[in-house]
T-cell receptor
Framework: DAGITQSPRHKVTETGTPVTLRCHQT?????MYWYRQDPGHGLRLIHY???????DKGEVSDGYSVSRSKTEDFLLTLESATSSQTSVYFC????????????FGPGTRLLVL | AQSVTQPDIHITVSEGASLELRCNYS??????LFWYVQSPGQGLQLLLK??????LVQGIKGFEAEFKRSQSSFNLRKPSVHWSDAAEYFC??????????FGKGTRLHILP
């Protein structure tokens, strides 16, 4: 299995509070992705990174920011959490081009009350 | 814009029966196509992918998929399902940049 960890694995927070999710990899892969998974929507891309300090938006980026200061870490921040951001968040990594396999982490289940 | 449609939200088959999960895509050029599987409480795992060459692609766990350009389809098949195949299956298409677009998934239920 690819070395990807996500922390925390579960979190309950209140509306309006900031939340940071961490994705850590030990594979030295260039690309890292954050997705959210919601019933009836499948997986939707929030943000992705193609290198240290190089990031871009996905289809559902509003309300989220990311940072990547090291190859191995990709942080997802909800600046002010809302109930609509209750979801399961997955990090994924890949070595390069679009045809490369994406390897997924175990997910973080976030509940915003 | 690229898109992926999985017409079936749920499918139920008996153990030992054959399986076909449907996937249709929309993309102007030759697509990169993927099938991923997600077991309950887990992340996604790649089953197989297509980006060129033979249109019949073999994957892990006995799965295969066939790319049909004329039908814009990439259906997943297995000749005989096992109870452990119960999971959610996602079709995905590679977009023109660094991203892939996932379908909404098909949940597979297996009857004993």
């Amino acid at each position: 299995d690819a070395g990807i960890t996500q922390s925390p694995r579960h979190k309950v927070t209140e509306t309006g509070t900031p939340v940071t999710l961490r994705c850590h990899q030990t594979e030295n892969h260039r690309y890292m992705y954050w997705y959210r998974q919601d019933p009836g929507h499948g997986l939707r891309l929030i943000h992705y990174s193609y290198g240290v300090k190089d990031t871009d938006k996905g289809e559902v980026s509003d309300g989220y920011s990311v940072s990547r200061s090291k190859t191995e870490d990709f942080l997802l921040t909800l600046e002010s959490a809302t109930s609509s951001q209750t979801s399961v968040y997955f990090c994924a990594i890949s070595s390069g081009q679009i045809w490369e396999t994406q390897y997924f982490g175990p997910g973080t289940r976030l509940l915003v009350l | 814009a690229q898109s992926v449609t999985q017409p079936d939200i749920h499918i139920t088959v008996s153990e030992g029966a054959s399986l076909e999960l449907r996937c249709n895509y929309s993309y102007g050029a030759t697509p990169y196509l993927f099938w991923y599987v997600q077991s309950p409480g887990q992340g996604l795992q790649l089953l197989l992918k297509y980006f060129s060459g033979d249109t019949l692609v073999q994957g892990i766990k006995g799965f295969e998929a066939e790319f049909k350009r004329s039908q814009s389809s990439f259906n997943l098949r297995k000749p005989s399902v096992h109870w452990s195949d119960a999971a959610e299956y996602f079709c995905a298409v590679g977009a023109g940049d660094d991203k892939i677009i996932f379908g909404k998934g098909t949940r597979l239920h297996i009857l004993p």
